[in-house]
């Protein structure tokens, strides 16, 4: 796929003597970074996929399972977890979002009987979330879909040594990332958390094939 498109706030001008260092987008210290027409073309596609491929799992998630993208990530990593339990604190960082968004998440999985907090005994400080038996039945009927989903709109368009590919290009990505947590809300204004990154969802998720791993 070609992608045509002009940034000029983004993009450099090449018109001036721009070499070495420069011609890659590496310019003197406090001058902006422009990106090349190349890296241009690449971020618009990268920002094509985090903005339709979440959109896309959610919908089949929605539909057929009638639950969303990050209330299923949620299910299915205490699925992973031993006793299928982890701190709230943990959840939270691992999905980035803030402690108060989990909490309105965990109210409705909670709600419908999939997952149920309690204090921490060893730290009363800190609350746990624990995914039920209804809690597991539900990722084991859910994961077939979403795999399938993920499948579809991601890996039947890659060729075996395009799936290392994507591994070893969005690894360092994500590992940039690590140190990048969503913003606190400002006092007396509750604020939305951002969208979770589905880069750092699905690779925690991943590690292992996307199935349930607790025994029951």
């Keep these: 796929m070609c992608f045509r498109v002009k940034y000029p706030v983004e993009v450099g001008d090449d018109t001036g003597d721009r070499t070495g260092a420069e011609a890659v ?69 691992l999905n980035s979002v803030t402690l108060s968004h989990l909490s309105r998440i965990a109210s409705r999985l909670e709600h ?41 709109h991601v890996f039947d368009h890659l060729q075996p040594t395009q799936v290392h590919q994507l591994l070893t290009l969005s690894a360092p990505i994500l590992d940039g990332l690590s140190g990048v947590h969503p913003p606190a809300p400002s006092r007396g204004s509750p604020m939305k958390s951002p969208p979770t990154s589905l880069a750092a969802r699905e690779t925690r998720w991943s590690r292992s094939a996307d199935r349930p791993t607790a025994s029951r």
């Design 112 to 152: 419908r009987g999939w997952l149920r907090r309690a204090p921490d005994p060893g730290d009363g400080r800190t609350t746990l979330a624990t995914l039920t038996n209804l809690g597991w039945d539900k990722v084991v009927a859910t994961a077939p879909g979403h795999v399938e989903a993920v499948q579809r």
């Design 25 to 93: 987008g590496v310019t003197a210290e406090g001058e902006t970074r422009w990106l090349t027409p190349e890296q241009q073309q690449a971020w618009v596609v990268l920002l094509g996929v985090i903005a339709r491929l979440p959109t896309a799992l959610d919908a089949q998630l929605q539909r057929d399972a009638g639950i969303t993208h990050i209330e299923y990530g949620v299910l299915s990593w205490l699925s992973r977890r031993p006793e299928r339990t982890a701190r709230m604190s943990e959840i939270a960082a």
